[in-house]
């Protein structure tokens, strides 16, 4: 488990600049004093590294799309072979019809394709965007979170007081058994544990999540901690099962 003694939150300030830093909107003078900043105090540096592991699961997280079996089924025409002749036999423009209704087809395949491609960019896109809202907000927070014994890493993007909505982003944590999942967890200092919502991760090991949990903090109480167990699907939520990972807050 982590060591509560943590760093308090940084200056919205300093915030705003490593957001933009990892988000590549910086100028070049902003971009040194975010370098000289990392250099200069270590907290700084440990919250530019969960933003950019963030960032980097984000493609890891988006579903890869590509054209349903019904859609290639429906526009590709496999061409017939056909024979050369000198002489073209009554019939072809039969034959020459069947080639340019393939060869459409063949465009709006690959049109299709292209117009899956862009449904994809703009997602990721626009996760990011939604990333990039809650780390402009002046009390955005990133906890870290470590796995319990073994090398998984990752970190939960929240703002204090508003836990309607919280991004995770974990890596090198084994994907499990269609019966079981992962279920993460807050805990708060009056021993309360509320349930935030279930995962699994992807063959690579990594996952990009948005929670909603339908349970927020009561006011004027503090949170403690974040944890993840491992689950059976069909149970109910338990937050008593065998802890992976871990991050204090």
Known sequence: MMSNNR???LPEEKYMLLSGYVLGDLTSEEVEQVEQLALDDPAVLKELHSLEASFELLPQGLTQISPPESLRERFFVPSEPL????VLPQGSKGVIWKILVGLAAIATLALATDNLRLRQQLAQQLEKDRVAAILQQPNSRLIALTG???NAAGTLLFTP???QEVIVSLGDLPPLPPDEVYRMWLALENGTVIYCGEFNTGDDGSIFVR???NETP????????????????QTDPDPSGVRVMTGAI
Not at 218 to 233: H, M, N, Q, S
């Open 7 to 9: 760093p308090g939150p």
């Open 83 to 86: 024979e050369t002749a000198p």
């Open 148 to 150: 319990n014994g073994t």
């Open 161 to 163: 007081g508003n836990w």
């Open 211 to 213: 929670f909603t949990p």
């Open 218 to 233: 009561p006011e004027g109480v503090k949170t403690t901690e974040l944890f993840v167990t491992i689950d059976g699907r």
